[in-house]
Nanobody
Framework: QVQLVESGGGLVQPGGSLKLSCTASGRTFYNSDMGWFRQAPGKERAFVAVMRGSGGSSVYADSVKGRFTISRDNAKNTVTLQMNSLKPEDTAVYYC????????????????????WGQGTQVTVSS
């Protein structure tokens, strides 16, 4: 059974940094896309970033490009999201998500194409 466990959320002031981590268990994920999505209160879930499987590259939402960095460690089945220069509009519940297999590029931003989800971790950016 696949399980995803996230950690690292919290309260941070604008301009600050947080690092989210997600550890997956139950199988290996080398060929899987490993990504992050977020959902702010009253808004739909939104794509944040993905590190593509099979040694692929990363893709970012325009709203976080240049501020967030996604990385993965296949040996540890982990994906991390380093978030810098945080803004109040980054406040949301952040979810780790993983696919069974690598997606074609046009599908990586759609959460409906991901097979496994974490429980979510709250990130609050406020002074």
């Amino acid at each position: 059974q696949v399980q995803l466990v996230e950690s690292g959320g919290g309260l941070v002031q604008p301009g600050g940094s947080l690092k989210l981590s997600c550890t997956a268990s139950g199988r290996t994920f080398y060929n899987s896309d490993m990504g992050w999505f977020r959902q702010a209160p009253g808004k739909e879930r939104a794509f944040v970033a993905v590190m593509r499987g099979s040694g692929g590259s990363s893709v970012y939402a325009d709203s976080v490009k240049g501020r967030f960095t996604i990385s993965r460690d296949n040996a540890k089945n982990t994906v991390t999201l380093q978030m810098n220069s945080l803004k109040p509009e980054d406040t949301a519940v952040y979810y780790c998500a993983i696919t069974n297999n690598r997606l074609i590029l046009s599908r990586v931003r759609d959460g409906g194409n991901y097979d496994y989800w974490g429980q979510g971790t709250q990130v609050t950016v406020s002074s």
